[in-house]
């Protein structure tokens, strides 16, 4: 619908009026839509195995922040994958 009124030329108020739309509905998708509102793209992280800890298998992920996790090989990844998002997201926490 945000398309097909750009494309029309018409104000919000006539455009909703032909299409039998609130115009209040146009203003909060395009509030929806917009960047501003979007939730910020999902960024992928480096993940990278450590030297020298053949001992002991882990792996290092290092957040963007700079903060460094090293867990085992073997960690539960719904475990590790909640500990990032608390670390990514600390007002949550």
């Known amino acids: 619908m ?3 009124h750009a494309r029309s030329g018409l104000s919000f108020a006539s455009f909703a009026a032909r299409r039998g739309l609130e115009v ?6 395009r509030r929806a839509l917009t960047s501003e509102t979007r939730p910020a793209p999902v960024k992928f992280l480096e993940v990278c195995a450590p030297r020298g800890l053949a001992s002991t ?3 290092e992920i ?3 922040s700079g903060v460094v996790l ?7 990844t719904s475990a590790v ?3 990032v998002d ?4 600390p007002e949550r926490c």
Do not use: G, H, I
């Not at 090293?70 to 539960?76: F, H, I, K, Q, S």
């Not at 608390?86 to 997201?89: C, P, S, T």
């Open 57 to 59: 298998p882990t792996v």
């Open 2 to 4: 945000l398309a097909e």
């Open 81 to 83: 994958a909640r500990l």
């Open 86 to 89: 608390a670390l990514l997201e």
């Open 62 to 64: 290092v957040l963007p």
């Open 24 to 29: 209040q509905r146009l203003y909060r998708w």
């Open 70 to 76: 090293r867990v085992r090989e073997d960690a539960d």
